[in-house]
């Protein structure tokens, strides 16, 4: 019995897409959590590349089966999309893709309020991806939400959304003077996508629980990181759901006892996309060479990603919060050509020392890193398989890390493709 959760320890986009894919040879089933299409997980091989913002990233391998869990908030036009273009590569879903009865649905208004918000001069902007994340979990919470059961069961939807429909169409005019589109044309607009739905969803929570009964391995898709998950993360300047790998349990129906081990990912470097803090932010030649090297453009919504040195309290902070015991590493190859490295290894506040991760946002704003500083290996990684052919500085930067985050780093990540990588250890 196997139940492996993989979590970003970072602002998201560590490399989990490339990750999970890799893992999911070992697993019989993938399970995304939580999160919805904000997320953007870019898997490549064969020479061909592919982004998911939905459906599990273990959908490639032709015999595992992917659930989207009740923790995840689902945009229907985004997910049609997504299984269309599924198919019409050739990627046959059909019996392998569970979608649960529990999950919310991302309605227009949803996605209205996220924008006009962000827009919203009156409004603190926190660089949402405005897909509507934030106001479904809030409705989610609020109880007014309208889930895949309901979704699919015509009168359930129309109920749901006309009981909804007064109080947004007042608070969107009021606030933002946007008009809502009319009731039956947001109604008519969810009914053309509910008959592809209808098939896949069920109750995933008790397929779940019976695979583990069987042995099966479950793999939990983690989105997002732990930087942006909404009750650890930097907030206000996070994600609204809980992308910490507790959030496995909630979001698929997991009893935590069955929760074998978390895995992390995180970038031999630091990216966030969005406002927010970011302590190891540079604004210079450096932040710049990471950007381009690195191709540090989000995989959903485009924008670039800002740069900056790896954080060694973000990563100890994201052990410590998940529990996690291995470490992948990825993107090293992007630091080939620089000439020296930094890393964060404490923050200082007032001249003094801070212990753990601030929750004020204030503070943590103020907070100073303070640097190790490792000389860089200035020639190519890229795709290399074996970690004795990494040159010594990268080896050296590498065994830094993984002291500094206190627990093995057994996967090493040298470019984005699948076979671009180096195993020196046990990770399942
Ligand atoms: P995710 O959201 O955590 O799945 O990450 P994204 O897919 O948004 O962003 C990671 C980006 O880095 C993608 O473009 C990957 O193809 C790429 N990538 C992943 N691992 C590596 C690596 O080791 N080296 C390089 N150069 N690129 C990588
Ligand atoms: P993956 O899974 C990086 C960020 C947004 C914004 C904040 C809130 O690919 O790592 P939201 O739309 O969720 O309300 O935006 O969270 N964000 C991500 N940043 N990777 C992601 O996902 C993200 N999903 C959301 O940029 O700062
Ligand atoms: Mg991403």
Redesign the pocket.
Known sequence: MSVFVVV?MQ????G??KIIDLLTEQADVVARYQ??H?????IIFDGNKYIL?LIPSGIFRADKKCVIGNGVVIDPAALAEEMQMLKKLGFDYDGRLLISDRANIILPYHRIS?QQKEGDSGSRK?????????PTYSDKIARVGLRTCDFIDASQLQETIKSNYEEKKKILKNLYGENLPDLCEIVDQMLAHREMFVKYVGNTQSFLRDQIAEGKKILCE????TM?DVDHGTYP?????N?TAGGACTGLGIPPGKITRAIGVIKAYT??????PFPTELHDGYGEQLRNDGAEF????G?P?RCGWFDAVVGRYAVELNGIDKVTLTKVDVLDQLDTIHVCTGYRHNGKAVAGMPASLAVLEQCEPVYTEYPGWQQSTSGIRSFEKLPDNARRYVDSLQDHLGVEIPLVSTGPGREETIMRGELL
């Open positions: 970003g602002w998201g986009d560590e989990k897409g999160g919805g904000n997320a953007g997980h870019t913002h996220d926190i660089g949402t991806t405005g897909r509507g994340i934030g983690g989105a997002q990181g942006l300047f996070v994600t609204s759901s992308s990216t966030r996309v969005g406002e927010g989000g995989s959903t919504t924008r990603r």
